[in-house]
């Protein structure tokens, strides 16, 4: 069984920052990738960054030199590190999860940012 846990969200202030973390646990699995995706009100989800065990990243433009995105192999946990927030940042962020062996990604519930001008 899989269970993931986002946490980190919340109402920040124009320019201000948040962390935002995904906790996975599957018996006997460990994380290979991870990304992060957003959707805000009427608009379609979209992909804000991606990583995996590799080393290798990759940004949507508007995240790139103000998001980082990084996995705690040893905790199996993924973090999105987000600064200089800005209110086009508002939306539910959702992490999704691909485990060694898996063909098939996992989604978290999801976790509110709200940024206010």
């Known amino acids: 069984q899989v269970q993931l846990v986002e946490s980190g969200g919340g109402l920040v202030q124009d320019g201000g920052s948040l962390r935002l973390s995904c906790a996975a646990s599957?018996?006997?699995?460990?994380?290979?990738?991870m990304a992060w995706f957003r959707q805000a009100p009427g608009k379609q989800r979209e992909l804000v960054a991606a990583?995996?065990?590799?080393?290798?990243?990759q940004y949507a433009d508007s995240a790139k030199g103000r998001f980082a995105i990084s996995i705690d192999s040893a905790k199996n946990t993924g973090f999105l590190q987000m600064n200089n927030l800005k209110p086009e940042d508002t939306a539910v962020y959702y992490c999704?999860?691909?485990?060694?062996?898996?063909?098939?990604?996992?989604w978290g519930r999801g976790t509110q940012v709200t940024v206010s001008t």
């Open positions: 599957r018996s006997g699995a460990s994380i290979n990738s």
């Open positions: 999704n999860v691909y485990f060694f062996g898996d063909f098939e990604g996992y």
């Open positions: 990583t995996n065990t590799y080393g290798e990243s």
